[in-house]
């Protein structure tokens, strides 16, 4: 079976970790802090703050936000539909109250003219995710944004899912920073693996200080006094969303390698497919503008009669998925559900084909000539 996915290790992490595990500090300490300075290099950009996963970032955002504005029981984020529900459940647990987005069927991401039309006067955020690596027209979306500013008169921030989407940019610059709340994910499958792990990217020093904070119980743990922290005020109270030194260290020897042993070969592979699968009875392919670079941690495509499509694939030894469920079907956001025709659409007829670093030339040749096949 070929899979769709699997864990990249560097071959030095283990002897990292080793050195870590024996070092007698193993909780957040000098690992983490130079794994952050490194994705803060690679970013070139000041504020990005690590967690215990992406989730915990997605609580942490939310949490700050809500605090911050004071936000009431009548805040509405806009969300999509299609994607993990590790997107969602957190604004659901910060007492924020969803409203669906229906999806675009040329890309995956948030369909843009229904965000505006459902961007209303209680709209305070829009979380948008990239769907496979596929970056959102951030500028569109932004100019959509800013126009609901204009007739609502309240700040409505963007907060960008891109669990997806390392290694990816939109228009030159890489994905996380163009100037909204983003967070990442480095769990497990990821490009990028901290086994697991996540990160907040935030755009002032305020915000910055404050999730240091949070992440750990509302303490300063930069003081170096250990003494000291035990005689702090807190003056808000925090969370237990902090990286540590075993995940760190993994995620750094990852990142010294994600670039030319990942993240390329998955492009290279997405490359390959485009051009074999163009023109394919059956088989759609999804938007690839020039403005945008997808890092592919999935290639999508859409397929007539999805399950014999799968039935056929499973019988070739290829592992095939949609990935995620649409989250509106759950009964615990049932309150929220709405019309999404595109949604309908799309999950009964999109599918992910393996295209990671483990796939080799004679594997998606394979995978091709079994689509070519037909179903």
Same mark, same amino acid.
């Given at each position: +079976?070929?899979?769709?996915?699997?864990?990249? +290790?560097?071959? &030095?992490?283990?002897?990292?970790?080793?050195? %870590?595990?024996?070092?007698?500090?193993?909780?957040?300490?000098?690992?983490?802090?130079?794994?952050?300075?490194?994705?803060?290099?690679? !970013?070139?950009?000041? *504020?990005?703050?690590?967690?215990?996963?992406? %989730?915990?970032?997605?609580?942490?955002?939310?949490?700050?936000?809500?605090?911050?504005?004071?936000?009431?029981?009548?805040?509405? =984020?806009?969300?999509?539909?299609?994607?993990?529900?590790?997107? @969602?459940?957190?604004?659901?647990?910060?007492?924020?109250?969803?409203?669906?987005?229906?999806?675009?069927?040329? &890309?995956?991401?948030?369909?843009?003219?229904?965000?505006?039309?459902?961007?209303?006067?209680?709209?305070?955020?829009?979380?948008?995710?990239?769907?496979?690596?596929?970056?959102?027209?951030?500028?569109?979306?932004?100019?959509?944004?800013?126009?609901?500013?204009?007739?609502?008169?309240?700040? =409505?921030? =963007?907060?960008?899912?891109?669990?997806?989407? !390392?290694?990816?940019?939109?228009?030159?610059?890489?994905?996380? %920073?163009?100037?909204?709340?983003?967070?990442?994910?480095?769990?497990?499958?990821?490009?990028?693996?901290?086994?697991?792990?996540?990160?907040?990217?935030?755009?002032?020093? !305020?915000?910055?200080?404050?999730?240091?904070?949070?992440?750990?119980?509302? #303490?300063?743990?930069?003081?170096?006094?250990?003494? !000291?922290?035990?005689?702090?005020?807190? #003056?808000?109270?925090?969370?237990?969303?902090? +990286?540590?030194?075993? @995940?760190?260290? =993994?995620?750094?020897?990852?990142?010294?390698?994600?670039?030319?042993?990942?993240?390329?070969?998955?492009?290279?592979?997405?490359?390959?497919?485009?051009?074999?699968?163009?023109?394919?009875?059956?088989?759609?392919?999804?938007?690839?503008? @020039?403005?945008?670079?997808?890092?592919?941690?999935?290639? %999508?495509?859409?397929?007539?009669?999805?399950?014999?499509? +799968?039935?056929?694939?499973?019988?070739?030894?290829?592992?095939?998925?949609?990935?995620?469920?649409? @989250?509106?079907?759950?009964?615990?956001?049932?309150?929220?559900?709405?019309?999404?025709?595109?949604?309908?659409?799309?999950?009964?007829?999109?599918?992910?084909?393996?295209?990671?670093?483990?796939?080799?030339?004679?594997?998606?040749? *394979?995978?091709?000539?079994?689509?070519?096949?037909?179903?």
């Amino acid at each position: +079976m070929i899979p769709l996915f699997k864990v990249y +290790m560097s071959d &030095n992490a283990p002897v990292e970790v080793s050195k %870590t595990l024996k070092s007698g500090y193993i909780g957040q300490g000098p690992k983490v802090d130079k794994f952050e300075g490194m994705l803060r290099e690679r !970013f070139d950009h000041d *504020y990005v703050v690590s967690t215990n996963s992406a %989730t915990s970032a997605e609580h942490l955002i939310w949490h700050m936000l809500k605090t911050r504005y004071g936000w009431g029981d009548n805040t509405e =984020i806009l969300v999509p539909a299609v994607t993990c529900s590790a997107t @969602n459940w957190p604004v659901v647990l910060n007492g924020l109250k969803i409203k669906w987005v229906d999806i675009d069927p040329s &890309n995956l991401n948030v369909d843009l003219v229904d965000l505006k039309r459902k961007i209303g006067p209680n709209t305070r955020a829009i979380l948008v995710v990239h769907w496979g690596g596929y970056p959102v027209d951030l500028d569109e979306l932004k100019k959509i944004r800013d126009e609901a500013v204009g007739v609502y008169r309240q700040p =409505i921030d =963007i907060v960008e899912d891109c669990a997806h989407a !390392f290694g990816s940019s939109y228009k030159g610059k890489p994905i996380g %920073t163009h100037g909204n709340y983003c967070t990442f994910s480095f769990q497990a499958i990821k490009h990028l693996t901290s086994g697991d792990g996540g990160a907040l990217v935030v755009n002032d020093q !305020f915000t910055y200080n404050r999730a240091k904070l949070l992440r750990w119980y509302g #303490l300063d743990r930069e003081t170096g006094d250990r003494e !000291f922290r035990c005689r702090q005020d807190v #003056l808000e109270a925090g969370f237990k969303f902090h +990286m540590n030194d075993i @995940n760190a260290v =993994i995620g750094i020897e990852n990142l010294k390698e994600v670039d030319d042993n990942v993240i390329s070969v998955h492009k290279d592979n997405a490359a390959y497919y485009r051009k074999e699968l163009s023109g394919i009875d059956g088989v759609t392919l999804l938007e690839d503008k @020039n403005d945008r670079d997808s890092s592919y941690w999935l290639f %999508t495509i859409m397929v007539d009669r999805k399950d014999d499509f +799968m039935q056929k694939m499973k019988d070739k030894g290829i592992m095939v998925s949609r990935v995620h469920e649409r @989250n509106d079907k759950h009964s615990c956001v049932k309150e929220y559900r709405s019309l999404l025709p595109n949604v309908d659409y799309v999950v009964n007829h999109m599918i992910s084909i393996p295209v990671g670093w483990w796939v080799t030339k004679e594997d998606r040749e *394979y995978i091709v000539k079994s689509i070519k096949e037909g179903w």
